[in-house]
Structure formats: C-alpha cells, structure tokens
C-alpha cells in the first residue's frame, strides 16, 4: 500500500493500515483495556533546544496530536530519526524538512529504519500480558513468534490451518489481534467473542473456519492490541514477529519460517519476507 505524507501526519495513525473508527468505536468501553504508552519515553526525556527538540515540534506543527514513540540520532548527518505511528521518517536537526522512506545500508544490505523499528516493538510486545495471547506452543519450543491476526483474511486461516505443522517444527505461535475492518465493526465484536471465550484456542480455531463462537463481552485486550498493531507499522495481516521485533511477513510456509527464524537465531539475516499477506486498506477491506 503506498502511504502519502498525508497519512503519516494523521490523527489516527501513520500506518493508515485500517478503517478509522467512528467516534462511538473510540469511545471508551467498560470491556476494552488501555492501550500500553511504552515505550513513548521520548515525549519525557527530550530537552528543550535539542535537535530532538526542534524535530518533535517540526512534527507537531503539522500535527498537534502526534505522539512519538523514539526519537534520536539519525544515520545521516544532520537529521534526527523519528518512529511515529509504525513508520520511520527522518527531520532535519534545525525543523525545516522532512524525509519519508526507506534508509537502506548498501554496503551491510539493512534497512536502518526497519531495525530501530524493530526495537521499539519489542518494547511493545513487552507490555503485552501472557494471559491477553493466544497461543498454540509445542513442547520445549525452538522458537516463538508473535501473529497480529484477523479471524477473517485468507492468509490468515491459510496460516492457522497449518498450526500443527508450524508446532512440529518447533515454532511457537502467539496470536494478537487485529481485526482489519476496524473497531466497532462485526468482525471486531467476533474477535471480543474469541478472546472473551473460556477455551480461547478452540474458538480462535472455529472462528477462523466459519464455525459459531458463542458472543461474549469482557475485559478484552482487542482494541490494545490492534491500536499496538498500527504503532507497529502493520500493513496488513497476518504480521509475523520474530522476538527481536524483526518482521517476518506475511504468511510463511512453516519449514521456511523455520529457516528464517534459524537464521536470524545464528546471527544472520532473515530470508525475504513473503508477500503473503492480506493488505489492510483504509476503507478496511483486505484485498
């Protein structure tokens, strides 16, 4: 999905990965946890004068509610980098101009960007209890990634249908949710229903295949989770994490996920990852 300049200083999210609520979505709910300001330490800690300083308030000047979850040294010279909202954009150390896109390391083959993305959301990830996941784990697991899912998109019942062959390889699964139609939407309230059930796995499962999960409210995590799905930078689901924050796709076979994850583990980079995956668009339709 291409994201214009527009979409990355709105209100909503930089992402601009998902159908925006209506107001009574936003409302808050007797049922829906807060969502985890972590890591956010950079609206505290900046200094009045700093370069930092002047990029924030660059930044503010086209959008008074943009909140910025790291901000530092860019990899160029006389830029700060800034994540906001899922992406990374780089502003000049006087406040004058804004770069959008990706910084890439030719010599060292990295996306910059992608890897100081990658550490704010493992601090995310960090806030986000054990009991708010879904998890499908085999014994003694190899490794663990975290899904952002979505009860209806193809690649993700695609993803799921394989859940026992991804276990046998020794991968752990842990589900959040993102429903992509947008809060307050059907497909949020069967996602409520699923994390609100007493065998969480088992109506994950009959949700993803067409099968009635029984509608519940509760103290959910859904609305936290999808609001953390876009600071993230998801553009569409499934979104696979490894635990360092490096995004894996996409859907993944799981033998190559395998592979990817071994890779990463023994210091190397991740295999590309799969276009595999259903792109959330701003009218919340997948494609």
């Given at each position: 999905m291409?994201?214009?300049?527009?979409?990355?200083?709105?209100?909503?999210?930089?992402?601009?990965c998902?159908?925006?609520?209506?107001p009574?979505?936003?409302?808050?709910?007797?049922?829906?946890?807060?969502?985890?300001?972590?890591p956010?330490?950079?609206?505290?800690t900046?200094?009045?004068?700093?370069?930092?300083?002047?990029?924030?308030?660059?930044?503010r000047?086209?959008?008074?509610?943009?909140?910025?979850?790291?901000?530092g040294a860019?990899?160029?010279?006389?830029?700060?980098?800034?994540i906001?909202?899922?992406?990374?954009v780089?502003?000049?150390?006087?406040?004058?101009?804004?770069?959008?896109?990706?910084?890439?390391?030719?010599?060292?083959?990295?996306?910059?960007?992608?890897?100081s993305?990658?550490k704010?959301?493992?601090?995310?990830?960090?806030s986000?209890?054990a009991?708010?996941?879904i998890?499908?784990a085999?014994?003694?697991?190899?490794?663990?990634?975290?899904?952002?899912?979505?009860?209806?998109c193809?690649?993700?019942?695609?993803?799921?249908?394989e859940?026992?062959?991804?276990?046998?390889?020794?991968?752990?699964?842990?589900?959040?949710a993102?429903p992509?139609?947008g809060?307050?939407?059907?497909d949020?309230?069967h996602?409520?229903?699923?994390?609100c059930?007493?065998d969480?796995?088992?109506?994950?499962?009959?949700?993803?295949?067409?099968?009635?999960?029984?509608a519940k409210?509760?103290?959910n995590?859904?609305?936290?989770?999808?609001?953390?799905g876009?600071?993230?930078?998801?553009?569409?689901?499934?979104m696979?994490?490894?635990r360092?924050?490096t995004?894996?796709?996409?859907?993944?076979p799981?033998?190559?996920?395998?592979?990817?994850?071994?890779?990463?583990?023994?210091?190397?980079?991740p295999?590309?990852?799969?276009?595999?995956?259903?792109?959330?668009?701003?009218?919340?339709?997948?494609a």
């Amino acid at each position: 999905m291409k994201r214009t300049l527009f979409a990355v200083l709105g209100a909503i999210s930089l992402s601009a990965c998902a159908q925006a609520p209506s107001p009574a979505a936003t409302a808050a709910k007797p049922g829906a946890q807060s969502t985890p300001t972590a890591p956010g330490k950079a609206e505290a800690t900046v200094v009045a004068g700093t370069p930092e300083a002047r990029a924030r308030e660059a930044l503010r000047k086209l959008n008074p509610q943009i909140k910025v979850d790291q901000i530092g040294a860019a990899p160029i010279a006389g830029f700060r980098e800034v994540i906001v909202g899922g992406q990374v954009v780089y502003v000049s150390d006087d406040g004058k101009y804004l770069l959008q896109g990706s910084l890439y390391d030719i010599e060292n083959k990295k996306n910059l960007g992608e890897a100081s993305l990658a550490k704010v959301r493992t601090e995310l990830l960090k806030s986000i209890p054990a009991s708010d996941r879904i998890v499908f784990a085999p014994p003694n697991p190899k490794h663990t990634v975290t899904v952002f899912t979505d009860i209806e998109c193809g690649y993700c019942r695609k993803l799921h249908n394989e859940i026992a062959e991804y276990n046998r390889q020794g991968i752990a699964v842990e589900y959040l949710a993102f429903p992509r139609a947008g809060l307050g939407s059907a497909d949020f309230k069967h996602m409520v229903s699923v994390w609100c059930a007493t065998d969480k796995k088992k109506a994950l499962t009959d949700a993803k295949n067409d099968k009635p999960v029984p509608a519940k409210d509760c103290k959910n995590p859904v609305t936290m989770q999808y609001d953390l799905g876009q600071r993230m930078g998801l553009t569409g689901t499934p979104m696979i994490l490894a635990r360092d924050g490096t995004q894996l796709g996409g859907y993944l076979p799981p033998a190559q996920l395998r592979a990817a994850l071994d890779k990463l583990a023994g210091g190397g980079k991740p295999a590309a990852k799969s276009e595999a995956a259903d792109p959330v668009a701003a009218t919340g339709t997948g494609a």
